[in-house]
Each structure stands twice: as C-alpha cells, then as structure tokens.
C-alpha cells in the first residue's frame, strides 16, 4: 500500500516539475512514506529520520517531509521532537503537497496537514510507475473493522472505494503501459462496495479488460470471503488462483477479544472451499502471537488450525502494542519471553508446511510469469506460479513477461525449479 501510495505522491510532485531520484545524499526533498502497523516499522522510521538529519545538516535548504501513517499517529511526537521534519503529511492529504511545499518556500516553519477524509479516493489520479511486471492498483481506502489490535482504523480512516470505472481505466493504461499483472489493494480489499457494486462484481470487469494476463488481490478478510467470489475466480483463467487469508489466531475466544468477527471453525470452512473450488491454489496468511491474554491453550489452537489449512506460506509477528487501540490497554500483556519462544515454534511449524505443499508441485505442469533472471544464475528465469511461487529454470527461448508452462522437478527451501516443457507436450 506504500509503495502504491508513494507512486501517487511522486506522480503529484512530477506534475509540480519534480524528478525522483535513487541517491538522498543529492536530494533536494526527501519524503518518507511511513507505517505504524507495528513499533518494529516505527522504528525504521525514526533511524532512517536520523540519517536524513545529518545530510541536512549538511545541506540545510534539503526538505525532509514525514508521510502516512505516522504522519497521523505521531504528529506532535514528530513537531516536538524533530524540528529538522519541515512537512507532517497523513495518508488523505497527499493532494495538498504542492501548496505545502510552496508554502514552505515562503514561511520556513513546519507545515502540516492530518485531515482524514471520509471521501478521498484519489480517483482521478494516476500513479508515477516504473516499468516492470506488477501494477499495484488501489481500490478502497481506510478500514472501518476496529480489530482491537490494529491501527489502521485510527491512521487511515472510514472505509471508502474508487468507482469501477476509474480502476478499469487504471487498469487498460497499466496493460498499455506494458504490465503483465495487476494486484488490487486495500486494507479490507474484499469490502469494496461501490453504489452497491460489491468486490465480485469488480473483479469480474477487470478480468475482462484485453490483455491482462494476471490479476491477483490483497489483503481480504475472511469474514468478507464468499462463495460467488470463489466462483468468479474460477471461472476466469487470468485471475490467479491464490488467496492471503489471514487468520491471527486459531482461538475462538483470542478471536473474539480481538473483533475479528469470525470463529475458527467458519476460517478453516472458508479455506475448505477455496481447495474445493480453486483446487490449485496457494492459501498464505498472517498470524499474531502473544496477543494480551493468550493462554499456552489458545496458542495450541493457533498451531491446531495451521495443521488443519497447511498453508503456503504465512506473516508471523509478535504482538505489538498500539497506543490508542483497545488491546493495549488490556492488563494482561505476554512477556516478550513468551512472545518469542511461540513466534519461533509457529515459524517452524510453517516452514515443515510449506516445504509439503511446495512438493506436491513435483511432477506438475505450472504456467510460469517470467519476472526476472535468476540471482544465482545468468541461465536461468525467475517466475511465478498463479498459486504465487518462485520457479527457476533454463532460459531457452523464453522472455520476460511470457507466460510458460514449467514441470515442476524439485523443491528446495521456499523455491521451485523446473524445465520449460513445449506446448504440445504441455497439452
Ligand atoms: N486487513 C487485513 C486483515 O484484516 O487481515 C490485514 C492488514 S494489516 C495492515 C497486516 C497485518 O499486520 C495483519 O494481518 C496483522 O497480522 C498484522 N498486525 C496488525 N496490527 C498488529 C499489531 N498490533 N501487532 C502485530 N501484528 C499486527
Ligand atoms: Fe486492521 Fe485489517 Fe482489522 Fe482493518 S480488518 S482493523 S486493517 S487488521
């Protein structure tokens, strides 16, 4: 979502007669674009704010401007204890760079502006995209679900979607731009609600549009996962059979301390449907442990549920509290200790399923995106599979961005490898 954001912003500030570089040392104006979803990506923030103070020290006339997230959420914290920050800037005020830029020529102090929107969608703006395979589209802002550890809520807003005839029209400039694929995003992605248009109806417009060859989604919530939408991507062979279905805790009772308005019997439904309707697909998730409260028993039923779905892969984090939110205030936070020790016994847990489901690919045929060449070798291609897995395998005549079928040969840690197979042989 950053990176789309930061494509928004660097399209605004392009039209002002900007250009973007790779080098801070050389810049003129440097924008972090932040996230506060956890104290761990806070705190990449504050070090890199650092850093960029001592360049500015050394070239005073530099920008340095604070974006998103943390724009919100810290901004008396950023005025207070950074005066070197000129520009606090949240996630629905991008419009009001340009004025906050120039009316920084003019009055030096620190401008700012916070205000969320309950309307802006940024519809009418097209994101600055730098060649490649992946188009990142942003289809509805903000989140209105409350879940009791999260932040989002508080720094992004009221739930609010882009109509379907402006992410249709992003989406045939993204094709003619040459991107091989496009991933919707959204805090919520499958709430999209549009004039009663819901997130199936969407999805089966922009699996029409000529040309696009992959269309892929995130992140849903399983609450907002349907059958009909299952249907739609089965019905159409250019949206990916792949689905992150984040799950946080396999306990009933940790699930509803945390408003996740879901039990874990109606997840491991969910993810029983998906294999029934889309049997190839890759089912990855998120799971937080040490959630305040959480007994050595609900932990059990986390890793309970992780043995019933056996997913792909899974995002595994500690909790962390958020100031502001319900669940930082509960009393009975877990000990960094405890924390910890279950974080590692789930990452371990993951990988033993991922390892099996990666070989269950063996002796299969997959239609491969080719991204980009291999790190360890010039030979050979680096690809996807629709369910989202990395295949190596020889060049041979193949270009990047064709679409090849590859038989799967051997899996090795989280990767694939394979040979291109012709078509013929494929058939
Ligand atoms: N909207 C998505 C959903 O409902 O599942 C998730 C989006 S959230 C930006 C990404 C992930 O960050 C969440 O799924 C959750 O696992 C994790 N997360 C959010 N708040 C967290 C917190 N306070 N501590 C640890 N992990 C957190
Ligand atoms: Fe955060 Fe996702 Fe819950 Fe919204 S639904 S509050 S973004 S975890």
């Given at each position: 979502m950053n990176v789309s954001d930061s494509e928004l912003v660097e399209s605004l500030l392009k039209k002002e007669g900007y250009e973007s570089i790779n080098d801070p040392d050389n810049a003129d104006v440097l924008f972090v674009n932040t996230c506060s979803i956890r104290e761990h990506a806070e705190d990449k923030v504050h070090s890199l704010l650092g850093r960029y103070n001592l360049l500015k020290k050394n070239k005073p006339s530099m920008i340095i401007g604070v974006l998103g997230c943390m724009a919100q959420s810290l901004k008396h914290d950023i005025l207070e204890n950074r005066p070197y920050v000129d520009i606090v800037l949240g996630?629905?005020?991008?419009?009001?760079l340009p004025e906050l830029l120039n009316r920084h020529e003019v009055n030096k102090k620190s401008q700012v502006d916070t205000q969320l929107s309950?309307?802006?969608?940024?519809?009418d703006l097209f994101p600055s995209r730098k060649e490649g395979i992946n188009a990142w589209i942003t289809i509805m802002r903000g989140c209105?679900?409350?879940?009791?550890?999260?932040i989002v809520p508080f720094t992004r807003g009221r739930e609010r979607s882009r109509s379907i005839d402006g992410i249709v029209s992003e989406v045939e400039n993204a094709v003619k731009d040459g991107f091989s694929e496009v991933t919707l995003l959204g805090q919520?992605?499958?709430?999209y609600n549009y004039d009663g248009n819901k997130f199936p109806v969407l999805l089966e417009s922009l699996a029409q549009?000529?040309?696009?060859?992959r269309l892929r989604y995130t992140s849903p919530h399983p609450k907002d996962i349907t059958i009909g939408l299952l249907d739609i991507m089965n019905r159409?062979?250019?949206?990916?059979?792949?689905i992150h279905l984040p799950?946080?805790?396999?306990s009933d009772r940790i699930l509803k301390r945390m408003n996740r308005t879901y039990t874990s019997d109606h997840f491991v439904n969910i993810a029983r449907s998906i294999r029934e309707i889309l049997p190839n697909a890759g089912i990855s998730t998120d799971i937080i442990v040490?959630?305040?409260?959480?007994s050595d028993k609900d932990f059990v039923e986390t890793m309970s549920v992780m043995e019933e779905v056996n997913f792909d892969s899974a995002f595994t984090f500690k909790y962390s509290p958020r100031k502001g939110?319900?669940?930082?205030?509960?009393?009975?936070q877990i000990s960094e200790e405890v924390k910890q020790n279950r974080l590692e016994q789930i990452i371990l847990l993951q990988k033993s399923h991922t390892i099996l489901r990666n070989q269950s690919y063996i002796g299969k045929i997959e239609n491969v995106l080719i991204e980009k060449q291999s790190k360890r070798n010039s030979g050979k291609w680096a690809g996807r599979t629709e369910s989202n897995k990395w295949v190596i395998f020889d060049k041979e005549h193949a270009n990047i961005k064709d679409i090849v079928p590859v038989l799967i040969m051997k899996s090795r840690d989280i990767t694939l490898h394979g040979k291109i197979i012709n078509k013929a042989k494929a058939a």
């Open positions: 996630p629905d005020s991008y419009r009001k309950k309307y802006e969608v940024y519809d209105d679900k409350f879940c009791s550890f999260c919520n992605v499958n709430s549009v000529t040309g696009l060859k159409y062979d250019n949206i990916c059979n792949s799950l946080q805790s396999g040490g959630f305040p409260g959480e939110t319900k669940a930082a205030e509960y009393e009975d």
